[in-house]
Nanobody
Framework: QVQLVESGGGLVQAGGSLRLSCAVS????????MGWFRQAPGKEREFVAS????????NYADSMKGRFTISRDSAKSTVDLQMNTMKPEDTAVYYC????????????WGQGTQVTVSS
């Protein structure tokens, strides 16, 4: 069982930066990979980035590489998403999610946090 709570969303100007954080609650961190997804109005939810809790290996959507960085802090039990050089098209609700490392399906989701990038 995993509980996820996102924070850090808000309004930022184009070109600016924002850091999202996901507080993770579980008894077995090493069994999970954590991901960030986003959903813009009228669009499908899309993958942003993921990280394996055990070894810190990461994966990114091609369009996010170089601008977004996912990381985990074992001491704080958080998974962060650093977003730089933001664009208006980054405006979306951002979700934190978790999956068992041997599964492709994300089974646990946070409530989401709104990110708005103004031009």
């Amino acid at each position: 069982q995993v509980q996820l709570v996102e924070s850090g969303g808000g309004l930022v100007q184009a070109g600016g930066s924002l850091r999202l954080s996901c507080a993770v609650s579980t008894r077995t961190f090493s069994n999970y990979a954590m991901g960030w997804f986003r959903q813009a109005p009228g669009k499908e939810r899309e993958f942003v980035a993921s990280i394996n809790w055990s070894d810190g290996s990461t994966n990114y959507a091609d369009s996010m590489k170089g601008r977004f960085t996912i990381s985990r802090d074992s001491a704080k039990s958080t998974v962060d998403l650093q977003m730089n050089t933001m664009k208006p098209e980054d405006t979306a609700v951002y979700y934190c999610a978790a999956r068992l490392i041997f599964s492709a399906r994300y089974s646990y989701w946070g409530q989401g946090t709104q990110v708005t990038v103004s031009s």
